[in-house]
């Protein structure tokens, strides 16, 4: 093999072995935060030894800031790519917030991250959120805000202002998984079962075909027709679900 193809097969292995690092650091940061979540076992589920994690990760701080960011671009990526469909700028908005909805439900870790970082820079601690924030969610908000803009140019948008436009597509799906301990509680119902995800995530679209546009029929059927097109992806991960199970089940749901 030459020089350069076994700089090419080390390389690889080195990528290789950071992501399977990062993996399992998401899991671990995401179940136990960054207190609570341990480097041996992030190494070992990894199946590296705990040198070659600081190898690639100078201290659990760098390893948790690294975590966060790569699941935020991902998320970003998928986000922004519902912006741009080519389609007209409400369907644009309904269908970036159903991918919303759709990645709250399916990367719980993520979500678990977020949440954790966002109490930390609410208490004025040093957090990870503060410079990812600047290079993955703004390009997201200002390329969401533009699509807005668009669409109220176009009179197909409602003319509200723009953040509230926001608020109330992503908002609601963010109280709904928040609440939904408490409000399954009172209920007597789980509101993490499928069937009652597929229901709120139908009427969360429905409502937003009904609000933004300025012409109800033509929202109605553009939240159906995104609908069709895009089935509920699958939910949390073993462990993850075990763990939300759990809680319900404590919690008497």
């Not at 309904?94 to 990645?103: E, I, K, P």
């Not at 668009?150 to 509200?160: T, W």
């Not at 229901?199 to 027709?225: M, N, P, S």
Request: proline share 2%; hydrophobic share 45%; aromatic share 8%.
């Amino acid at each position: 093999m030459s020089l350069n193809g076994t700089t090419r097969t080390q390389a690889e292995r080195a990528d290789q072995t950071r992501t399977r690092i990062l993996a399992s650091a998401i899991r671990a940061f995401s179940e136990n935060g960054l207190a609570g979540a341990r480097t041996e076992q992030i190494a070992e589920a990894a199946g590296v030894n705990k040198a070659l994690l600081y190898y690639y990760f100078h201290g659990k701080e760098a390893l948790y800031s690294a975590a966060l960011e790569t699941v935020a671009q991902g998320v970003v990526a998928a986000s922004i790519a519902a912006l741009e469909t080519g389609r007209s700028a409400g369907e644009r908005l309904v269908r970036f917030a159903l991918n919303h909805f759709d990645r709250i439900h399916s990367q719980r870790g993520f979500q678990s991250l977020m949440q954790q970082e966002m109490m930390r820079l609410h208490r004025g601690e040093e957090n990870a959120l503060t410079p990812i924030g600047e290079t993955v969610f703004r390009p997201m908000m200002l390329r969401l805000l533009k699509v807005y803009a668009e669409g109220r140019r176009s009179a197909e948008l409602i003319r509200v202002e723009e953040m509230q436009l926001m608020y109330a597509a992503l908002g609601a799906n963010v109280f709904y998984f928040l609440s939904a301990p408490v409000m399954g509680m009172l209920r007597g119902a789980d509101l993490f079962t499928r069937g009652a995800l597929e229901h709120r995530r139908r009427a969360a679209i429905e409502y937003l075909g009904q609000t933004i546009f300025i012409d109800r029929k033509h929202g109605a059927r553009v939240a159906a027709r995104i609908l069709k097109e895009t089935p509920m992806p699958k939910g949390l991960n073993g462990r993850l679900k075990k763990n939300v199970t759990a809680r319900n089940k404590a919690r008497g749901l």
